[in-house]
């Protein structure tokens, strides 16, 4: 199976090809893609795989969105996660949540993956990860809230547990997963 994957995040590129590596998965060579106006990740992923397969109409796309939902929040940032003070993430939310304990802390990640073959036909997969937001930043691996997201049943965050621990245990592996699943049916 070969796939473009319509994002220019590196991040995502790594994670997919570590938990699907039968797969030959490249970042689609893209100019500007459109603004994200879905209000759902599935619209996201959707789109941005429509919008791959206008690019290289003869390859497999891959869609992909993603983000975190935090209770304490009423499940900000969500859909919103990309734009959610751009490459400050995770120290905006922290100090959001300063005065939040308990309950409020619960959060997960969401990713929806949808991959549209030449023809037009539609695949997709869901993937889930609970946890909570720690306390303060900690760890290097992976990207965004990695650092102070800590995973349920874990007392690291994403990013002390590291790369590998993704590509098996994400909420990127899970969908991921899904969509092999529906892709072998
Ligand atoms: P997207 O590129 O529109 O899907 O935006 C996804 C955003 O959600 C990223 O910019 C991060 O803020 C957040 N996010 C999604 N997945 C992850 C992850 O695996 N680690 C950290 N942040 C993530």
């Known amino acids: 199976?070969?796939?473009?994957?319509?994002?220019?995040?590196?991040?995502?590129l790594r994670e997919l090809r570590r938990s699907l590596p039968d797969w030959e998965i490249e970042l689609l060579e893209a100019g500007d893609y459109p603004?994200?106006?879905?209000?759902?990740y599935y619209e996201n992923a959707f789109?941005?795989?429509?919008?791959?397969r206008g690019v290289e109409p003869?390859?497999?796309?891959?869609g992909e969105d993603s983000g975190l939902e935090v209770d304490g929040l009423d499940g900000?940032?969500?859909?919103?996660?990309?734009?959610?003070?751009r490459g400050e993430h995770a120290a905006r939310l922290l100090a959001e949540l300063d005065a939040v304990g308990?309950?409020?802390?619960?959060?997960?990640?969401?990713c929806e993956l949808v991959a549209?073959?030449?023809?037009?036909e539609e695949l997709r997969g869901t993937g889930v990860l609970e946890g909570r937001i720690a306390g303060?930043?900690?760890?290097?691996?992976?990207?965004?809230?990695?650092?102070?997201?800590?995973?349920?049943?874990?007392?690291?965050?994403?990013?002390?547990?590291?790369?590998?621990?993704?590509?098996?245990?994400?909420h990127r592996a899970r969908a991921a997963r899904a969509l092999r699943e529906a892709f072998n049916r």
């Open 35 to 40: 603004p994200e106006t879905g209000t759902t």
């Open 116 to 120: 549209l073959s030449p023809d037009g």
């Open 58 to 62: 003869r390859r497999w796309i891959l």
């Open 136 to 170: 303060a930043s900690s760890g290097t691996g992976g990207f965004g809230f990695d650092p102070i997201f800590i995973p349920e049943g874990e007392s690291r965050t994403v990013a002390e547990l590291g790369d590998e621990w993704k590509a098996e245990n994400s």
């Open 47 to 52: 789109g941005k795989a429509e919008f791959g």
């Open 1 to 12: 199976m070969r796939a473009s994957l319509a994002s220019k995040n590196e991040g995502k």
């Open 102 to 110: 308990g309950d409020g802390r619960r959060a997960r990640y969401v």
């Open 76 to 85: 900000r940032p969500g859909v919103e996660s990309a734009r959610f003070a």
